[in-house]
Nanobody, 113 residues
């Protein structure tokens, strides 16, 4: 099963920005789409943004217009640029292939008022 490595979380004030990175192996990156997911305390994990191998992207309504997912084939990386962060964006963020894979440790994003 493909496992990815997330990084880039941190603490930011409301209205601020963060950029998350998800690194995959070359074969995984070229074979599968990759998505970002998040899990807030006491809530179920939810999908945030998806990047398909054909270039299509999808966004959850809650982040549309604020978050941007992008693929960098030179670095086998899928990034999530998060702008205008809100307190409700606080969660552990995970990336995962859109296929057989496992969850990594995730990266914590905390938005303060």
């Amino acid at each position: 099963q493909a496992q990815l490595v997330e990084s880039g979380g941190g603490l930011v004030q409301a209205g601020g920005s963060l950029r998350l990175s998800c690194v995959a192996s070359a074969s995984t990156f070229s074979t599968y789409g990759i998505g970002w997911y998040r899990q807030a305390p006491g809530k179920q994990r939810e999908w945030v943004a998806l990047s398909h191998t054909d270039g299509r992207t999808n966004y959850a309504d809650s982040v549309k217009g604020r978050f941007t997912i992008s693929r960098d084939s030179a670095k086998n990386t899928v990034s999530l640029q998060m702008n205008n962060l809100q307190i409700e964006d606080t969660a552990v963020y995970y990336c995962r292939v859109l296929g057989p894979g496992s969850w990594g440790q995730g990266t914590q994003v905390t938005v303060s008022s």
